[in-house]
């Protein structure tokens, strides 16, 4: 259901454009875009869309309302939404108006992003650098093309102006914003020392001195993955030296890189080499013979 006060100026965009299949082909595909001088009254509720919402304040506030959260987004800040669970937004009454840029797209690249823009779906707000609105522009100037072009392209400039919100909200200066990135550093490294050992979460929250829900969140954000991926993934990236320079026996690697259960070894690292750990090590040795 959708329910919506088109209350804007006079000069507002609105741009539609119905995908091809070259541009449904990519990790990011925008499907409408605008600029929308919106007044006092504007709103929207929706119940949900197969879409992703990056809204871009540039004048005034909104008001950004989902899962219990309300988020006010004021000047130079930037927000992605996720408009599959339903969703309000509108201009903040105290305000009186909120002009911003937004974009409806979808696609791999923007669910990628969600993590660290929608961490634990969460709503959160960035300030991003005030060029980004000629990212916008461009980008609102390619779309009405509906080329093979314009589609790529509108999908370039939004993968450009995800990059900046990332970027910005790693390197805030908040409060502690230093000290979490350290200790996340820390972390990472303490996992790549003690790889061979059994490592537990909780090892990992005394080192880091905060809550399991707060410590996995900072280190998604700052590392990319959990914990525990980040230690298989090391692992494995061990067992491939270890393939690769060693005759040693499949299970004795197993062990030497933390795995106790060679069947558990072999299963994780099929399951992201995409090769059995015998497979792998024949590839490199040909590998090695024709190189």
């Known amino acids: 259901m959708l329910t ?3 209350d804007v100026e006079k000069g507002s965009i609105w741009q539609r454009t119905t995908p091809s299949q070259a541009a449904l082909s990519q990790p990011y595909v925008v499907t409408e875009a605008g600029l929308f001088y919106g007044r006092e009254k504007f709103s929207t509720s929706r119940g949900n869309k197969e879409s992703y919402l990056i809204f871009y304040t540039i004048e005034g506030c909104g008001q950004i309302s989902q899962g219990g959260d309300t988020i006010l987004l004021k000047k130079g800040e930037a927000l992605l939404l996720n408009c599959r669970t339903p969703q309000s937004y509108g201009t903040y009454k105290e305000a009186g ?5 937004w974009i409806h797209a979808d696609g791999a690249g ?3 992003m969600e993590p660290y823009l929608i961490p634990d779906g969460k709503l959160r707000s960035v300030h991003i650098p005030r060029s980004t609105r000629d990212i916008f522009e461009s980008m609102l100037g390619k779309l009405p093309e509906e080329t093979t072009e314009s589609a790529l392209s509108s999908g370039m400039y939004v993968h450009r102006i995800l990059n900046r919100m990332v970027r910005s909200l790693l390197s805030e200066n908040t409060e502690h914003g230093n000290d979490h990135k350290k200790t996340m550093e820390a972390i990472a490294e303490y996992i790549r020392l003690h790889y061979q050992e059994e490592i537990s979460m909780q090892d990992l929250l005394k080192k880091a001195h905060m809550s399991k ?3 996995l969140q900072l280190f998604r954000q700052y590392m990319g993955t ?5 230690l298989t993934n090391y692992r ?5 030296e270890l393939l690769d320079l060693t005759d040693l026996p499949v299970s004795q690697i197993a062990v030497k890189v933390g795995f106790n259960d060679e069947s558990n070894f072999s299963t994780r690292f099929s399951k992201i080499t995409g090769q059995s750990p015998m497979q792998y090590r024949k590839s490199a040795i040909a590998q090695n013979q024709t190189s």
């Open 4 to 6: 919506y006060t088109m």
């Open 97 to 101: 108006k909120w002009h911003h840029y």
């Open 110 to 112: 923007v669910k990628a």
């Open 213 to 215: 829900s707060y410590f």
């Open 226 to 230: 959990t914990p525990y991926n980040f």
């Open 236 to 240: 494995i990236t061990q067992a491939r």
